[in-house]
């Protein structure tokens, strides 16, 4: 007897989960991963007048900071993000005849490294004569290392380029906004640029 109701009273439970299951009608789903929550600061900009022949306006947020160990090209500086583990690299040149066309195919060759990981890449042309300010902008999509990098030169006298990196592994989904929020903060860096 006492196995009979052992044995019954598993088939109700059997039935009973059974019943249960069957009258959920949605589809179970997979929560997405989360993302920590990023709150960006409001856009304030200083001016940075270099003493090397150019000057622009940075973000409030950010540090230039002077990249001292490159005592031979003494006009690089970091823009620095401590707070979001980021950094906008700048490097400047002198140009001298012939130079041009060398610094832009080196940063198209950077830029197109990224390739092997990039969905696309995407170039915007920088066109402001009334400012001596020409370029090209990259947007470079997906997992890669550096997902914005830029170029700007008057043409006759001085090269500056940028590329923007995070001291983290790519991730194109977490780091969207942060990515958007620094492309707007290079753009206005090159509006705001002027050539001394």
């Known amino acids: ?26 589809p179970l789903t997979p929560k ?19 003493g090397c022949k ?3 306006e940075y973000p409030r947020y950010g540090q230039v900071k002077l990249v001292e ?14 707070e979001f583990n980021a950094t906008i690299y700048l490097t400047y040149k002198p140009l001298a005849a012939g130079d041009l066309s060398v610094f832009i195919e080196d940063i198209r ?10 969905d696309d890449i995407l170039e915007s042309r920088i066109t402001m004569p009334e400012k001596q300010v020409y370029g090209l902008i990259y947007d470079i999509k ?3 290392a550096s997902s914005v990098n830029f170029y700007i030169t008057d043409s006759v006298s001085g090269f500056l ?24 903060d290079i753009v206005h860096l090159i509006q705001s640029f002027s050539w001394e």
Not at 32 to 50: G, V
Not at 109 to 115: E, S
């Open 142 to 144: 997906g997992n890669t």
């Open 161 to 184: 380029s940028g590329s923007l990196y995070f001291n983290s592994a790519p991730n194109k989904d977490s780091l969207a906004p942060a990515i958007q929020f620094f492309r707007e």
């Open 1 to 26: 007897m006492e196995t009979y109701r052992g044995h019954l009273s598993e088939i109700c439970c059997f039935i009973l989960v059974l019943l249960l299951s069957a009258s959920c009608n949605e």
């Open 54 to 56: 150019f000057s622009f």
């Open 32 to 50: 997405p991963r989360a993302y920590f929550r990023i709150d960006l600061p409001e856009k304030q900009y200083i001016l940075f007048q270099s």
């Open 69 to 82: 160990l490159n005592i031979a090209e003494p006009c690089w500086y970091n823009i620095v993000f401590n």
């Open 109 to 118: 060759r950077i830029v197109y490294k990224h390739i092997i990981k990039a």
